[in-house]
């Protein structure tokens, strides 16, 4: 299969550009998976041009063992690369017990970057986020944990995930008076889940922060995986997976496969097609997208052949997915 020729963006105001594409590391990285394929995942998203790669300190399962078997990953097989990759972890959910493991927190922060760094043989993430708002925890001190690392020179930019556009702007707010800019916003975006039109766009370009939107794909469901059902081994099958699959109901595979059917009038597989669409808006930096097989990046690559859509075409989608309740997360 041919590799398609990557496409990059740069990231709001800033000078850092990020593949169109990148990989998470989410699921299908941990100790409970098969290390051998999650190694190929990885050389094969990288000789496609995808140089972003996105952890958290929680990714798993166990926590921790996704950025440990990464950073196995990079001593091994891309050492002599990492001048050319972006590299990003995150932290704000329960990651150790006791009241120091889970919030947003100065401590929480920085022991838990310490920790990452350390799982991936590395001195400095390129990117570190807030993984979620903490309501218990001042935002001034969240944010003021961020800017220590990027003084501290263990992140080199610092970005948000899953933020209301209120608090936004004011995290964008409190950091850019410490002198480090907020990079780039990573929220839930795909064709079922539409949150972010409603003020989130419109405040990432008004503070001029990138947006790397995370389940494009929904999990997989805009693929074409689930069109005759739950297939073995997938996210909705496995015990610890993250897909709810009582909500791959009849209706949504429904409009899936509907979607399907406009996507091979695009000459795109779905993927490519859910991909692209979530990149139409200008303000998007890139997509983040998982995967259990090489031969998926290889596919999600692919969608950078078409990202452009007549208006005709998003109506249509429009009309597919209006009504759609999808609750499987």
Not at 177 to 193: A, D, K, R, S, W
Not at 196 to 218: M, R, S, V, W
Not at 308 to 317: G, M, N
């Amino acid at each position: 299969m041919e590799t398609p020729k990557m496409q990059y963006r740069y990231t709001g105001n800033s000078g850092l550009q990020l593949p169109v594409i990148s990989l998470g590391l989410w699921n299908n990285f941990g100790h409970k998976d098969d290390f051998k394929i999650a190694r190929q995942i990885v050389q094969t998203a990288f000789d496609c041009g995808i140089t972003h790669f996105d952890l958290a300190n929680n990714y798993g399962p166990p926590a921790g063992s996704a950025e440990e078997n990464f950073g196995k990953m990079l001593k091994s097989d891309l050492a002599g690369h990492r001048d050319e990759m972006v590299i990003s972890s995150k932290a704000g959910y329960g990651m150790w017990d006791g009241p120091y493991g889970d919030g947003g927190s100065r401590k929480y922060l920085i022991a838990s970057c310490d920790q990452s760094l350390q799982r991936m043989g590395l001195e400095y993430v390129d990117i570190f986020y807030h993984h979620r708002m903490d309501d218990k925890t001042p935002l001034e001190e969240s944010m003021g944990a961020l800017a220590t690392l990027v003084k501290s020179g263990k992140a080199l930019y610092v970005g948000i995930s899953s933020y209301s556009p209120e608090k936004t702007a004011q995290a964008a707010a409190i950091l850019k008076e410490l002198g480090t800019p907020c990079l780039i916003h990573q929220p839930n975006y795909n064709m079922f889940n539409r949150g972010i039109e409603d003020g989130l766009l419109a405040t990432l370009e008004e503070n001029g922060i990138g947006c790397i939107a995370f389940c494009p794909l929904a999990q997989g469901l805009l693929t074409s995986k689930y069109l005759g059902g739950i297939p073995e081994g997938s996210r909705a099958d496995k015990p610890h997976g993250t897909l709810n699959a009582k909500g791959v109901t009849e209706e949504v595979v429904g409009k899936v496969r509907n979607l399907n059917e406009l996507a091979k009038t695009r000459e795109q597989t779905l993927a490519q097609m859910a991909l692209a669409w979530v990149l139409r808006h200008p303000g998007m930096t890139s997509a983040l997208i998982g995967a259990s097989k090489p031969e998926q990046i290889v596919d999600c690559a692919g969608a950078v052949n078409n990202l452009d859509f007549s208006a005709e075409e998003l109506k249509k989608i429009d009309e597919i997915i209006e009504g759609a309740t999808f609750t499987g997360w």
